[in-house]
């Protein structure tokens, strides 16, 4: 008697989740500093993340143009590791170098491939015109100005969190008196970012926790412990702004609910 209603709530709940996994969110932030250059005021980032090779591209690419960045940066799982799509991973963000320069950097889930998918992927990219940020740092030049922006490798590339760690610090210190941007898969480790005095930091890999809570927000996210703190959106430590995407993509379940993908604008203002 009362398996019809039940029935028809989960249906109902399915057909919302898959609804959202593919209802791509645009967020919008603006972050002030003293550091950013005139040139800069209104410079544009769009952030991507957690594609896992999923047939977005039309969208994205759409998106991508309307909002005109300046740049575009990709924080990782650009594929999946169980389901290796190199051509989907391009699909997506092939064409994005048109629109704005684009880098790259790596989750996880690249880590996870072998190292000749990955030199195939990353290959492929930069023939694209995508530039991996490998523990690297850029300048980002505009009306003889410029800015900083570093990119790490996911820790699983480094064997141990504590060198891995000390990379990133050492990217950072090399700052200087330049803003600085760091491109980066693991929103769990902002003290570490703090740290290391970044001004700006991108990161993904949350998912926004994919399955989560109508109003209690995420259960669980990788990396980090039940009811993360770090799952989506902007957080202030200190001297430090970190900007975490939910991302675009899903892994092992296939769907999102109250978790929807998202693309990140990001607006640089000075003060």
């Given at each position: 008697m009362h398996k019809a209603p039940f029935t028809l709530g989960l249906l109902a709940l399915g057909a919302f989740g898959l609804y959202q996994t593919r209802a791509i969110a645009l967020?919008?932030?603006?972050?002030?500093?003293?550091?950013i250059p005139p040139s800069f005021d209104g410079f544009r980032v769009l952030h991507l993340s957690d594609v896992?090779?999923?047939?977005?591209?039309?969208?994205?690419?759409?998106?991508?143009?309307s909002l005109s960045p300046d740049i575009i940066v990709i924080t990782g799982d650009l594929i999946s590791r169980s389901k290796l799509d190199i051509?989907?991973?391009?699909?997506?963000v092939g064409s994005l170098p048109r629109i704005a320069p684009t880098?790259?950097?790596?989750?996880?889930?690249?880590?996870?491939i072998g190292a000749e998918?990955?030199?195939?992927?990353?290959?492929?990219?930069?023939?694209?015109?995508?530039?991996?940020?490998?523990?690297?740092?850029?300048?980002?030049?505009?009306?003889?100005q410029s800015i900083r922006l570093s990119g790490v490798?996911?820790?699983?590339?480094?064997?141990?969190?504590?060198?891995?760690?000390?990379?990133?610090?050492?990217?950072?210190?090399?700052?200087?008196?330049?803003f600085h941007l760091l491109l980066t898969h693991r929103p769990e480790e902002l003290p570490v970012y703090r740290q290391a005095r970044y001004d700006l930091v991108f990161a993904g890999h949350s998912h926004g926790g994919q399955i989560c809570l109508p109003f209690g927000g995420a259960i669980i996210a990788p990396g980090q412990e039940l009811f993360p703190r770090y799952v989506g959106?902007?957080?202030?430590?200190?001297?430090?702004?970190?900007?975490?995407?939910?991302?675009?993509g899903t892994t092992t379940i296939p769907v999102r609910l109250f978790a929807r993908p998202e693309v990140v604008l990001a607006t640089l203002r000075t003060v």
């Open positions: 967020r919008e932030y603006t972050v002030r500093h003293e550091k896992h090779s999923r047939g977005f591209w039309r969208e994205i690419r759409a998106r991508a143009a051509d989907g991973a391009l699909a997506v880098y790259y950097v790596t989750g996880n889930h690249e880590a996870g998918p990955l030199s195939a992927l990353t290959g492929q990219l930069r023939k694209a015109g995508v530039q991996p940020l490998r523990n690297q740092t850029v300048t980002v030049e505009k009306e003889a490798d996911d820790p699983v590339f480094w064997g141990s969190k504590q060198a891995w760690r000390a990379r990133v610090r050492q990217l950072g210190r090399t700052n200087g008196e330049a959106g902007r957080y202030d430590e200190g001297a430090t702004t970190m900007i975490v995407s939910r991302g675009l």
